[in-house]
């Protein structure tokens, strides 16, 4: 229990802005997880978050080392939920270093997002995701239909808001 506390100090401290907080608190529950012993499930969230801190710091390095971590857990319990997340953070993470071959994360993301089909926000989010490492890379032309994908989705589903962050997206990279 105290693992899951922790982890959800760790959300808040992020969620603030306050990034090398949430960080040691996320350290702090991976230590609890450790002695624990049997909580992959929660290893993999704590693991995902603390990499997404790291690929926001820009310690790239360090992020896929993290990502690694908790994908190797989740293929082991198949969370494809959890993998979906981690393969659009790497995507994500390739384009922050300007690798145009981050595409590859997103299509396994969209694949695997495919399979968990009664839970198409989640393929709608990474279209979003997809969308914005397209335009990062210049191809603004896939970076728009992915864009467009999304908040197909998003509305479809009547995510009004998600929809919204979309439009504001595509203008804003339209500018």
Same mark, same amino acid.
């Given at each position: 229990?105290?693992?899951?506390?922790?982890?959800?100090?760790?959300?808040?401290?992020?969620?603030?802005?306050?990034?090398?907080?949430?960080?040691?608190?996320?350290?702090?529950?991976?230590?609890? %997880?450790?002695?624990?012993?049997?909580?992959?499930?929660?290893?993999?969230?704590?693991?995902?978050?603390?990499?997404?801190?790291?690929?926001?710091?820009?310690?790239?390095?360090?992020?896929?080392?993290?990502?690694?971590?908790?994908?190797?857990?989740?293929?082991?319990?198949?969370?494809?939920?959890?993998?979906?997340?981690?393969?659009?953070?790497?995507?994500?993470?390739?384009?922050?270093?300007?690798?145009?071959?981050?595409?590859?994360?997103?299509?396994?993301?969209?694949?695997?997002?495919?399979?968990?089909?009664?839970?198409?926000?989640?393929?709608?989010?990474?279209?979003?995701?997809?969308?914005?490492?397209?335009?990062?890379?210049?191809?603004?032309?896939?970076?728009?239909?992915?864009?467009?994908?999304?908040?197909?989705?998003?509305?479809?589903?009547?995510?009004?808001?998600?929809?919204?962050?979309? %439009?504001?997206?595509?203008?804003?990279?339209?500018?």
């Amino acid at each position: 229990e105290m693992a899951r506390v922790l982890t959800t100090q760790g959300l808040v401290f992020a969620g603030l802005s306050l990034p090398a907080r949430a960080e040691a608190t996320y350290v702090e529950a991976l230590a609890w %997880v450790q002695v624990a012993k049997g909580d992959d499930a929660l290893e993999a969230f704590i693991r995902y978050n603390q990499a997404k801190l790291l690929v926001n710091g820009s310690r790239f390095h360090e992020a896929e080392a993290e990502i690694r971590r908790a994908e190797r857990l989740a293929v082991k319990h198949n969370q494809l939920r959890r993998l979906v997340q981690l393969y659009t953070l790497l995507g994500n993470l390739r384009g922050r270093q300007g690798d145009d071959a981050g595409f590859v994360f997103f299509e396994q993301a969209l694949q695997l997002a495919r399979m968990i089909n009664r839970r198409p926000a989640v393929e709608a989010q990474v279209y979003h995701e997809y969308g914005l490492f397209a335009m990062g890379m210049r191809q603004t032309e896939d970076g728009r239909a992915y864009l467009r994908r999304a908040r197909e989705i998003f509305e479809s589903l009547g995510l009004q808001a998600e929809a919204e962050r979309v %439009v504001v997206d595509m203008r804003r990279s339209s500018a």
